[in-house]
């Protein structure tokens, strides 16, 4: 059974950073690229950013680049997302998505997760980030 499980949201100042993880169980880890998304309420979910399988690719948002690093520890299973100058306007839920193909997840990212299909690969709960003014 996979389990993708996020972590390390909490309440923080506007200008504060925070370090969320995603630890993924039942797959092989470095057979997925991984994403982070995030859903405000109200709104669509949207993508943040993604990794390749290896890391050596890397994609964000207009909305987050310069302010938030992906990584991942194919040692560990774990795929993070280090977020620095953290705004009001990044509260939301972030999630982890674990997909098969790079491009598919790119295209996720970028664009929409209306391009979601059956058999792309698993999603995680969510953990919440609230930034304060």
């Known amino acids: 059974q996979v389990q993708v499980v996020e972590s390390g949201g909490g309440l923080v100042q506007a200008g504060g950073s925070l370090r969320l993880s995603c630890t993924v169980s039942?797959?092989?880890?470095?057979?997925?690229?991984m994403g982070w998304f995030r859903q405000a309420p109200g709104k669509e979910r949207e993508g943040v950013s993604c990794?390749?399988?290896?890391?050596?690719?890397?994609y964000y948002v207009d909305a987050v680049k310069g302010r938030f690093t992906i990584s991942r520890d194919n040692a560990k299973n774990t795929l993070y997302l280090q977020m620095n100058s953290l705004q009001p306007e990044d509260t939301a839920t972030y999630y982890c998505?674990?997909?098969?193909?790079?491009?598919?997840?790119?295209?996720?990212?970028?664009?929409?997760?209306?391009?979601?299909?059956?058999?792309?690969?698993?999603w995680g709960q969510g953990t919440q980030v609230t930034v304060s003014s």
């Open positions: 998505a674990a997909v098969r193909a790079w491009d598919d997840l790119r295209l996720l990212v970028r664009e929409s997760v209306g391009h979601w299909r059956p058999g792309f690969g698993y």
């Open positions: 039942g797959l092989t880890f470095d057979d997925y690229a």
């Open positions: 990794i390749n399988w290896n890391g050596a690719t890397t």
